[in-house]
Structures are given as C-alpha cells and as structure tokens.
C-alpha cells in the first residue's frame, strides 16, 4: 500500500477506514459495519478482506492458502508491504523472494511462520520436540516467580503505575529470554532490537522509512546475535531451547538458518503478543466491574477468562494469506491463484452468528471458538504459553492489587493495524 494512499482512498481499499479517528480506541463498530454491509471484500488493489468468522476460519484452515509465495501473480498489491503475520514476524518481502542472503543470515524463508509444507510439517515438528514438557514446566515456575518480582517493584514505585512497561511487557519478554538462554546482561541490547523491529513492522502507511530501516539493522543485529550465542551454546550447553536447537542442526534436521530465524520468531512473536494479552486483558476486566468480581471470587473461571479475554480484545487483528489455486468462497467470490486475503480476526472474533452477545465480556464463555491464536496449520505454536502466563499473570495483578483502578482517561494504541497494543496502561492500585 503506498504512502501517498489518501484516506478516503484506503476505505475503498480495505472496506473500513483504519486511520478515523475513532478507530484506534475502538475498531469494533467500524469491524461491525464491515461484516454487515460488506463481510467478503474485494479490494479494488486486488485483494480480499474477509470480516465473518466462517470465511476466516476456512481460509485459515485450508490448505490452497497459504504464505505468499515466489510466484504469488504480478499485479496483486499486497495489502501490506511488510510482515504477513500481524504477530511481528517480518522480513525483507515475500518468503522465497530474491537470492539466498549470504552469511547465513536468516530471512522470513527461515521462520516457521513463513513456510509452506512440507518445510512447515518438518519445522513444526522439530519446535515441538524442543518445547518438551520440561521446558514448560520449568517456563511456569519462572512465570510464578517473575510476576512476583515484578509487582513487587511496581508496587513499591508508589500507587501509581504504568502496567504495560513494569509488568505487561517485562514477564513474556523475561520469560522468551529465559527460554531462548539470553543472559541478563544483554537483554537491553536484544530488547531495543525487538523494539525497532516491531516498529517497522507495522503496515507501510504508518511506517517511515526510518523504521524501515531501523527493522533491517535490528533483524540483522539479531540474527549476528544468535549465531553467536548458538556457537557459546555448542561449547558450553546449557539447559535452553538454543541448546536444544544446536542439536537438531547437528543431527542434520534443521539448517543453521533455520536455527537462527526460529530464534529471532520466537523471540519476537514469543512476547508483543503477550504484553497485548496481559494489557488489554487487565483494561477489559477493570473496565467491566461485574467480571472482575466473578473473576475475583470464582478461581475456576480463569481458564475461560482468558479465552474471552483473548476473544474480546484480541491481541494481534489480522492475518494474511494468499490461494495457490482458484478458491470459489461462495458462488459469487472466487478468490484467484496468487491473490492475497486479509483475514480480520479481530472482527470474526466478535461475530454474532458464532459468538452470543459478541460485544459483551462474558468470563464464562464456553465453546468460544475465537481465532486470536488462529487456526490451521499456523495456530499460534505458542498458544499453551501465552494462555500460561496471561492466567498466571492476571491472577497475580489483581490479587496483588485488590483495589486497582485505572488512572488515565483516554488511553492511547500504538498504530497497528496488525496488532492491538496499548501504549500505556497508567493504574493506581490505591483505588
Ligand atoms: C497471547 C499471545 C499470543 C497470541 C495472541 C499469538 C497469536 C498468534 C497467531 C494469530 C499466529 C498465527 C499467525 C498467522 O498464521 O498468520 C501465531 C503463530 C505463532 N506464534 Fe503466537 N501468539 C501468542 C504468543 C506466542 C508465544 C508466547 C510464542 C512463543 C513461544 C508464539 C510463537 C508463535 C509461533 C512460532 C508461531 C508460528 C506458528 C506456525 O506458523 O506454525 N506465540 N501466534
């Protein structure tokens, strides 16, 4: 999408306006007009945006879609010049595009999130015997400990406090280092990367060309930094998830590349997302007192408390896709071989043909088929993780802080169409 794309003109594109102003606040009723006047979009760019939870969740789900591949048809503007994952993963163009990187340098062809079968099939298969149930078990008792730490500082800073930077933010991005094996020393170096990362990962309306090339130096200083902790590892090994992956590198499962941008995805999908969970998880219940007394007094609630947390305000909004074959979506819509889709999780996850009462936060919710984690193939790998900590994380926020209220009365996202993420979330735990 260009830059120069005018504000009327990207409503013609994408069937809503993400830049009124009333959007960043709350894009519900915007995506609410969308599933109802036009819920299956064809972009005049070429492209289609999907808004109901039954187009989503079959495009996610079937097999003829997939990443943007090489031979994706001339012509098609991609409706996003950058990362296709709304999760942060982002590269240099569409996976497979260009020449090989010399160096051993790691490009969205070397993540997880990039690839199609049966490069994907292998990829997945190999994370999954690397995140055994030890490292999980270890992950929570850290989770447990970390928050306790972390509120503990907060607290003791004074009533007031900003609960994206001091809580939201530092227990997935402490937990995802602690996995990987970064030692603490170096992770502010490895946090300003994630950060210029992110911020040019945005779709390129928002983006400048600066953080454009902020995301390039900072994937390329992530990349360095793996390859030199992957070598420390194979001298010394450790208990880690790099450890582990030096090991299937050796065994011949995964190439070295492969290694490195599986660290660099999990580093970067492993926490923004979460923040978002925690961040907006905590704004929705104070902001809906009946839940947050049922979640207070009802301890059995909190797995499904995070499902319709999840549900309600969705940490990451989109996904992207592209057919490799004629897909017929009904009798009137054929999406072509090679055009992309844009599938509008935020918008499935509150759609009343799948969701009773979608608008209202419901901690009870059962057979909530939401799609904040997506589904198919893709569905988040980190998923049992990110619901550990977002369970973990708001059980001790508010048991910490009983009287917790917030403090702020606008409150401000950062501009993402990808992702739903809270700048600040100022609170007082005085009440
Ligand atoms: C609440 C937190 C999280 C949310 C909402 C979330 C959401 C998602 C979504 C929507 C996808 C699919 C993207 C697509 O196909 O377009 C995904 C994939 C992925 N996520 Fe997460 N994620 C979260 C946490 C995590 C964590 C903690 C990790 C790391 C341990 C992680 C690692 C991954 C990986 C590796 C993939 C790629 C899976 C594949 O392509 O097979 N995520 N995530």
């Keep these: 999408m260009s830059s120069a794309t005018t504000q009327g003109g990207l409503e013609s594109m994408l069937g809503f306006n993400p830049t009124d102003p009333g959007f960043r606040q709350d894009p519900y009723p915007h995506y609410r007009r969308l599933r109802e006047n036009t ?25 003829r879609f997939g990443y943007p591949a090489p031979t994706a048809a001339p012509g098609n503007a991609a409706p996003d010049g950058d990362g296709p994952d709304g999760n942060g993963a982002a590269g240099n163009g569409a996976p497979g595009d260009g020449p090989a990187l010399p160096g051993g340098f790691a490009d969205q062809r070397h993540m997880l999130i990039f690839m199609n079968p049966p490069d994907h099939t292998r990829m ?18 850290y989770i447990e400990n970390r928050i306790e730490r972390l509120l503990d500082g907060a607290l003791a800073d004074g009533p007031r406090f900003d609960l994206i930077s001091s809580v939201a ?15 603490e020393p170096d992770h502010p170096m490895i946090e300003k990367w994630a950060q210029d990362y992110l911020s040019g990962v945005s779709p390129s309306f928002t983006v400048s060309q600066a953080n454009h090339q902020a995301r390039d130096e900072a994937l390329a200083g992530l990349n360095d930094y793996f390859r030199r902790l992957a070598t420390e590892r194979r001298q010394s090994p450790g208990e880690d998830v790099l450890t582990r992956l030096t090991a299937e590198v050796d065994e011949g499962h995964i190439s070295e590349q492969e290694l ?11 926490h923004g997302t979460t923040t978002n969970l925690i961040g907006n998880g905590t704004l929705a219940l104070l902001r809906n007192p009946d839940q947050l007394a049922r979640f207070r007094a009802e301890p059995d609630l909190a797995a499904t ?9 969705s940490p990451s909004h989109l996904s992207i896709r ?18 992309q889709v844009i599938v509008m999780r935020g918008a499935a996850n509150r759609d009343p043909d799948v969701f009773t009462d979608p608008d209202t936060l419901d901690l009870g919710r059962v057979d909530n088929r939401h799609l904040s984690f997506a589904s198919g193939i893709h569905v988040c790998f980190g998923a049992p993780l990110a619901r550990t900590q977002g ?3 708001l059980g001790a926020i508010f048991r910490r802080a009983p009287r917790l209220t917030l403090a702020a009365e606008r409150l401000e996202y950062k501009p993402s169409l990808l992702s739903r993420a809270l700048v600040e979330l100022p609170v007082s735990a005085d009440g």
């Design 305 to 313: 408390a995070v499902e319709e947390l999840l549900r309600y305000d």
């Design 169 to 183: 933010h530092q227990l997935p991005f402490g937990v995802i280092c602690h996995l990987l094996g970064v030692p």
């Design 322 to 339: 592209v057919a490799f074959e004629d897909v017929a979506l009904d009798e009137e819509n054929v999406v072509r071989a090679g055009e």
């Design 39 to 63: 819920p299956v979009f064809r972009s005049p760019a070429g492209f289609w945006v999907l808004a109901r939870h039954r187009e989503c969740d079959r495009v996610l789900r079937d097999e």
């Design 260 to 270: 490195l941008g599986t660290c660099i995805l999990l580093f970067i999908a492993g």
């Design 124 to 141: 997945r298969r190999v994370l999954r015997d690397t995140f055994g149930p030890r490292v999980m078990r270890n992950a929570t008792g």
């Design 391 to 393: 369970r973990i994380a």
